[in-house]
């Protein structure tokens, strides 16, 4: 099993310009996560999925789409990008209940100049 | 409202040493909590979970926390500290739809 997969690795962007991030699990999870990581500040939500076709905000979702057309995708957007949003991005996925532990995808760091 | 707080963004030991990471939550609902360590430039991983089954909990690599409801504490201990347990720690409570805050992060420096 590949657990949680996350393409690219690593990316330059412009202001302004757009991309998709991409996460893949292959362990049939019904819930999935993307979270930002900047220096001092832990994981923040982002947005999360709690099953195929359906979405949620979390802490920090502006400036970020996202959609889950697979149970095993969940795709996080962003249409125009900001040097807020240089940092490295998380995707988890996790089963329903609370104590489940969330599997985390290896990171993309992400750089907007 | 859920909320962790880490005290010490770094903490450095000597090999062979105590580790003691300091863990903080507040919740409005019986907290589920979790320890995940994160190795340089590699993603999260669970290092040991409290449930409410026990309050001692014991993790991998001989991690181990106990979960204090009066001091609303879970700090992470390791009797002896190698240098291969030099990562970033961070704790995390649980919210309901299983959407985790997390605190801060310490950083753990193993002195040879």
């Known amino acids: 099993n590949a657990g949680v997969t996350q393409t690219p690795k690593f990316r330059v962007l412009k202001t302004g310009q757009s991309m998709t991030l991409l996460c893949a699990q292959d362990m049939n999870h019904e819930y999935m996560y993307w979270y930002r990581q900047d220096p001092g500040m832990g994981l923040r939500l982002i947005h999360y999925s709690v099953g195929e076709g359906t979405t949620a905000k979390g802490e920090v979702p502006d400036g970020y789409n996202v959609s889950r057309l697979k149970k095993q995708n969940f795709l996080l957007g962003l249409e125009s990008a900001a040097p807020s949003q240089t940092s490295v991005y998380f995707c988890a996925s996790s089963r329903p209940t609370r104590q489940e532990t969330q599997y985390f995808g290896p990171g993309t760091r992400l750089l907007v100049l | 409202a859920q909320s962790v707080t880490q005290l010490g963004s770094h903490v450095s030991v000597s090999e062979g040493a105590l580790v003691l990471l300091r863990c903080n939550y507040s919740?409005?609902?019986?907290?589920?909590l979790f320890w995940y360590v994160q190795y340089p430039n590699q993603g999260l991983q669970l290092l040991l979970k409290y449930t409410s089954a026990a309050t001692l909990v014991k993790g991998i690599n001989g991690f181990e926390a106990e979960f204090k409801k009066s001091e609303t504490s879970f700090h992470l201990t390791k009797p002896s500290a190698h240098m291969s347990d030099a990562a970033e720690y961070f704790c995390a409570v649980s919210q309901y739809g299983n959407k985790l805050v997390f605190g801060a992060g310490t950083i753990l420096r193993v002195k040879s």
């Open positions: 919740s409005s609902v019986p907290p589920y």
